[in-house]
């Protein structure tokens, strides 16, 4: 009998998905392209530039067919930036997404977690929704292509904990009766924190229910003895 499995993608399986991300390489050889279930991958014609999956630039760079090109806001400087906005002056919420492209008829088909967002030419100031565990694969299996990697993953690490710890502040506005806006949160944060968050939730509804079910038998037991507290009775009370 199989183990029952937890609501939600594991860690695991965000950075299995994560991998469809296309990224930018520098080919060092002609290769072909191939067709794909997604679709042809370009030409790779040295030395210039294509965008091609995460998974397969990642097995291009273990042969040493290829460079990966990091993404504009893995830079030390753009992060730097985020990392200042997310501690000064964006307290209670997270740092803007990147923009949908709009499409040929002007309106957006595309879905936030595959943008075009992790190439040479994305946005250097928004973090991408597969932000966290793009950075760690590509610090993992490139470290070399990158000018500055120990900053890279010093600052990562600390826009890491800046971030949960925002979450972990919203768990203090849902257990007051408020909302939590949860705009620009990334795929691998909301698969860490879904285990935490999501048991503060279970939690208050528990709460909420034995309430109600307290009442509902206060009111079986004074109906059942005869007896309905109503507005008249208690200014009966205080004028005796």
């Known amino acids: 009998m199989a183990l029952p499995l937890p609501p939600g993608l594991t860690p695991l399986e965000v950075a299995f998905l994560c991998e469809m991300e296309l990224v930018t390489v520098i080919p060092r050889q002609r290769l072909e392209g191939l067709d794909l279930l997604g679709g042809p991958t370009p030409n790779l014609n040295p030395p210039h530039r294509s965008n091609i999956?995460?998974?397969f630039a990642l097995l291009l760079k273990r042969q040493r067919r290829a460079n990966i090109a990091p993404p504009p806001w893995l830079y030390p400087a753009s992060l730097a930036a985020i990392l200042q906005f997310e501690t000064e002056q964006s307290k209670d919420a997270f740092s803007s997404p990147p923009r949908l492209p709009p499409s040929a008829d002007g309106?957006?088909?595309?879905?936030?977690?595959?943008?075009?967002s992790s190439i040479a030419d994305a946005a250097a100031d928004a973090?991408?929704?597969?932000?966290?565990?793009?950075?760690?694969?590509?610090l993992e299996a490139a470290p070399d292509d990158f000018e500055e990697p120990d900053q890279v993953r010093r600052l990562m690490r600390d826009l890491r904990e800046v971030r949960m710890a925002k979450l972990r502040a919203g768990v203090d506005v849902l257990v007051a009766g408020g909302g939590f806006k949860m705009n620009g949160v990334g795929g691998m944060e909301v698969a860490e924190g879904r285990a935490?968050?999501?048991?503060?939730?279970?939690?208050?509804?528990?709460?909420?229910?034995?309430?109600?079910?307290?009442?509902?038998?206060?009111?079986?037991?004074?109906?059942?003895?005869g007896y309905t507290a109503t507005a008249?009775?208690?200014?009966?009370e205080m004028d005796m």
Request: aromatic share 8%; proline share 8%.
């Open 127 to 138: 973090l991408p929704y597969h932000w966290l565990e793009l950075g760690e694969i590509l």
């Open 232 to 236: 008249d009775d208690d200014d009966d």
């Open 196 to 225: 935490f968050i999501g048991g503060v939730i279970d939690g208050l509804r528990k709460i909420g229910a034995s309430r109600e079910q307290q009442r509902r038998d206060r009111e079986r037991e004074e109906r059942e003895n």
């Open 53 to 55: 999956p995460l998974w």
């Open 107 to 116: 309106s957006n088909i595309t879905s936030p977690p595959f943008l075009p």
